[in-house]
């Protein structure tokens, strides 16, 4: 699979952003999919993931109640909707895809295939 995500950009704390990601290659609405973010110094980490119907998502305590993660299985895209950003979101996003088919639940530690990442930069 091949994932592109875009949308990253510089906003000022407060502000909003939604990034998206195309996926292309296999069946898009068959794989859970999610977001990771990369903070510059530090590792990976988790940031939202929704399942492959879309009817369940799940979000790192970081960003519940202000990110909200979507899709549209029609158009192969997730989103990424960031709402409230602070200077600590700062990173590169990453949309990721999980390798298994239709997998019931949502498991942070499955996604195997990433995107080259938007860069979003929060000031203060």
């Known amino acids: 699979v091949q994932l592109q995500a875009f949308g990253g950009g510089l906003v000022q704390a407060g502000g909003s952003l939604r990034l998206s990601c195309v996926a292309s290659?296999?069946?898009?609405?068959?794989?859970?999919m999610g977001w990771f973010r990369q903070a510059p110094g530090k590792g990976r980490e988790f940031v939202a993931a929704?399942?492959?119907?879309?009817?369940?998502?799940d979000y790192a305590d970081f960003v519940k109640g202000r990110f909200t993660i979507s899709r549209d299985n029609a158009k192969n895209i997730v989103y990424l909707q960031m709402n409230n950003l602070q200077p600590e979101d700062t990173a590169v996003y990453y949309c990721?895809?999980?390798?298994?088919?239709?997998?019931?639940?949502?498991?942070?530690?499955?996604?195997?295939?990433w995107g080259q990442g938007t860069l979003v930069t929060v000031s203060s």
């Open positions: 990721a895809a999980d390798n298994l088919v239709r997998r019931v639940t949502l498991d942070r530690g499955a996604f195997r295939s």
């Open positions: 290659g296999r069946t898009f609405s068959n794989y859970n």
């Open positions: 929704i399942r492959w119907g879309g009817l369940r998502t």
